[in-house]
């Protein structure tokens, strides 16, 4: 079965990055699809941040090219993201996912991080 | 980017109703619209894939349709278990994008 969980710390304070992982098991992430981070908002909205391919190349949401980063440790079977000079606005509950031939078809629970001093 | 618009925000009803949820797009994404719901405290969990295609083991209560720019996602007979967010996500273009959510209450 496959399954995604995401850690990280819970506060982050502003101007400071946020860190998350994503560890995956029952499915190896160099064998196919697209591995994203999604997040939502308090009040439901929910927001694509970008993904990273099986292959290693990433494709950004536009509204966070410029702070975003997600890598992947393959040895530890595991994907990373960093969101650099974070402000309340980034309080949210952060999902990793793998995108599908179409859909989301595996999320993590999620993270909650509040971004607070 | 495509704008995604979803309503309604919220819907109140009782076992055995009928539940209809739209979704709007900015631009034309062909049948690219992926329906997911999730309950408190849980993932989110697509329900309908792209081409309105139920998942396994969906039951067959869930049912979507639309091509183009307009969407609809259908619960027959609602159960109390169908509590929950429902939310709409495009797959036609990155940055992909979600509608605002339609939380559903049954009474």
């Known amino acids: 079965e496959i399954q995604l969980q995401e850690s990280g710390p819970g506060l982050v304070k502003p101007s400071q990055s946020l860190s998350l992982t994503c560890s995956v098991t029952g499915y190896t992430i160099t064998s196919g699809y697209d591995w994203s981070w999604i997040r939502k908002f308090p009040g439901n909205k929910m927001e694509w941040m970008g993904y990273i391919s099986n292959s290693g190349s990433t494709n950004y949401n536009p509204s966070l090219k410029i702070r975003i980063s997600i890598t992947t440790d393959t040895s530890k079977n595991q994907f990373f993201l960093q969101l650099h000079s974070v402000t309340t606005e980034d309080t949210a509950t952060y999902y990793c996912?793998?995108?599908?031939?179409?859909?989301?078809?595996?999320w993590g629970l999620g993270v909650m991080v509040t971004v607070s001093s | 980017e495509t704008t995604v618009t979803q309503s309604p925000a919220s819907l109140s009803m009782a076992v055995g109703e009928k539940v209809s949820i739209s979704c709007k797009t900015s631009t034309d994404i062909d049948d690219d619209m992926n329906w997911y719901q999730q309950k408190s405290g849980e993932a989110p969990k697509v329900l309908i894939s792209e081409g309105n295609t139920l998942r396994p083991g969906v039951p067959s209560r869930f049912s979507s349709s639309g091509y183009g720019t307009d969407f609809v996602f259908t619960i027959n007979n609602v159960l109390l278990g169908d509590e929950g967010i429902y939310y709409c996500?495009?797959?036609?273009?990155?940055?992909?994008?979600f509608g605002s959510g339609t939380k559903l209450e049954i009474k």
């Open positions: 996500q495009q797959s036609d273009n990155v940055p992909f994008t």
């Open positions: 996912a793998r995108r599908g031939y179409t859909s989301f078809d595996y």
